[in-house]
Structure formats: structure tokens, C-alpha cells
């Protein structure tokens, strides 16, 4: 019996996956190179991986890749380089522009004593200067509000903390500095309770 074709998905284990692919490659191009010498043929093979790795093989009768692509351009009438170089060059112009445009902005808030500045332009120089000084001052405003707050909180919280220990000091000396007033008020009102709501702590020291 023949074996049954498997089906063609793809494989779920990265390991399998992956040593799949070495033996498929390598297959591959053995493949393109025994078409290029058996059939004479220009050949330009390009493969990326999954992890986006490139393998190409190119057969021995294209002396660059470039000129491959030309005569594909040419039998296709499109334009692949081109394209690439078009994009590149409008990304360095635009590069060029902001440089160009970030100089002359430092050019004219440096306020060069050899240049030659109409009123104007000097007007519209000093609403810039202006409105830096602005933004400058709110962002200094704001950073001083911010720790002010900060410093705010952790004088609040230690307060707290101060306040806290305090009243559990209080309550823990209560009933030491409640039996010495009994001693001196000759043993009476054994029991006694803290004072509430704030009030002073009043003691009868000597003999009466």
C-alpha cells in the first residue's frame, strides 16, 4: 500500500518547526541549483525566516543581484529600486528640511549681532522669547507646587505619627501616674479612668 499524503498545516511544535525548516531549505536550494545548471537558467532565490533571518541563493550566471532586478523591471515594467530610492530620498529632504529649519530657528534666538533684523521680525522674536519664558515658568510653577505637596504630606504623616505615640504613651503611664495620685490622696478613689475629650491632667503632689 502507498503511503497516504499528509496534510499540509502549519506544525505547532517550535522544535519540529524549526528542523523542518533547515531540511526544507537546504532542499530548496538544491532544487534552484539544479535548475540553474541543468537549464541555463538566471535564477535569485530569497527566503526569510520566521525570526525574519534572510537566506538567498543567487546561480553563478547573474553577477549581482541588482542586475536581476533591473531585468525584472524591465520585463515588468515596474520600478522596485526606484521605489526603494524614492522613499529614501524623500526621508533625508525631510531630515535635511527640519535640520535646516531647527538652525534657523537657533540662528535667530541667538540674535547674531552681524545679522541685519527688520522690526518684525524681531516682534515676532520676542512672542517667542516670550511665550517660552511662559511655558518655562509654568513647568517651574507646577514642579514647585508638586513638592511643596509632597513635603506637605510627610510633615501631615509625621505629625500623625507624633500625635499616635504620644496618646499610646498616655494610656500606657495612666494607670501608674492614677495610683500614685491615690497614694497621696491618702488611698482614695482607687480606680480612676484617663480624662477624655483633650483635657490637662491635674496631680495633688505632697500631703494634705
Same mark, same amino acid.
Given at each position: 500500500?502507498?503511503?497516504?499524503?499528509?496534510?499540509? $498545516?502549519?506544525?505547532?511544535? =517550535?522544535?519540529?518547526?524549526?528542523?523542518?525548516?533547515?531540511?526544507?531549505?537546504?532542499?530548496?536550494?538544491?532544487?534552484?541549483?539544479? #535548475?540553474?545548471?541543468?537549464?541555463?537558467?538566471?535564477?535569485?532565490?530569497?527566503?526569510?525566516?520566521?525570526?525574519?533571518?534572510?537566506?538567498?541563493?543567487?546561480? =553563478?550566471?547573474?553577477?549581482?543581484?541588482?542586475?536581476?532586478?533591473?531585468?525584472?523591471?524591465?520585463?515588468?515594467?515596474?520600478?522596485?529600486?526606484?521605489?526603494?530610492?524614492?522613499?529614501?530620498?524623500?526621508?533625508?529632504? $525631510?531630515?535635511?528640511?527640519?535640520?535646516?529649519?531647527?538652525?534657523?530657528?537657533?540662528?535667530?534666538?541667538?540674535?547674531?549681532?552681524?545679522?541685519?533684523?527688520?522690526?518684525?521680525?524681531?516682534?515676532?522674536?520676542?512672542?517667542?522669547?516670550?511665550?517660552?519664558?511662559?511655558?518655562?515658568?509654568?513647568?517651574?510653577?507646577? $514642579?514647585?507646587?508638586?513638592?511643596?505637596?509632597?513635603?506637605?504630606?510627610?510633615?501631615?504623616?509625621?505629625?500623625?505619627?507624633?500625635?499616635?505615640?504620644?496618646?499610646?504613651?498616655? #494610656?500606657?503611664?495612666?494607670?501608674?501616674?492614677?495610683?500614685?495620685?491615690?497614694?497621696?490622696?491618702?488611698?482614695?478613689?482607687?480606680?480612676?479612668? =484617663?480624662?477624655?475629650?483633650?483635657?490637662?491632667?491635674?496631680?495633688?503632689?505632697?500631703?494634705?
Amino acid at each position: 500500500m502507498g503511503r497516504g499524503r499528509s496534510e499540509i $498545516k502549519r506544525i505547532e511544535n =517550535p522544535t519540529q518547526r524549526q528542523s523542518t525548516f533547515y531540511k526544507r531549505r537546504d532542499g530548496l536550494f538544491k532544487k534552484a541549483r539544479e #535548475l540553474a545548471v541543468l537549464c541555463d537558467v538566471d535564477l535569485l532565490l530569497l527566503l526569510f525566516s520566521g525570526s525574519g533571518k534572510l537566506y538567498h541563493y543567487l546561480s =553563478p550566471t547573474v553577477p549581482t543581484v541588482k542586475d536581476l532586478v533591473e531585468r525584472y523591471e524591465a520585463a515588468t515594467h515596474s520600478k522596485v529600486w526606484a521605489d526603494v530610492r524614492q522613499e529614501r530620498r524623500a526621508e533625508l529632504e $525631510k531630515a535635511e528640511r527640519m535640520c535646516e529649519l531647527m538652525e534657523k530657528e537657533l540662528r535667530f534666538m541667538t540674535v547674531d549681532d552681524g545679522e541685519q533684523y527688520t522690526v518684525p521680525s524681531l516682534e515676532l522674536l520676542e512672542h517667542s522669547l516670550e511665550a517660552a519664558v511662559h511655558r518655562v515658568r509654568s513647568e517651574k510653577d507646577r $514642579k514647585i507646587g508638586g513638592e511643596i505637596d509632597c513635603l506637605q504630606n510627610i510633615i501631615r504623616g509625621r505629625h500623625e505619627e507624633r500625635y499616635g505615640l504620644c496618646d499610646k504613651n498616655f #494610656l500606657q503611664i495612666w494607670p501608674q501616674l492614677a495610683h500614685s495620685q491615690a497614694w497621696n490622696n491618702g488611698g482614695e478613689g482607687g480606680g480612676s479612668t =484617663p480624662p477624655s475629650g483633650g483635657g490637662g491632667l491635674e496631680l495633688k503632689l505632697g500631703f494634705n
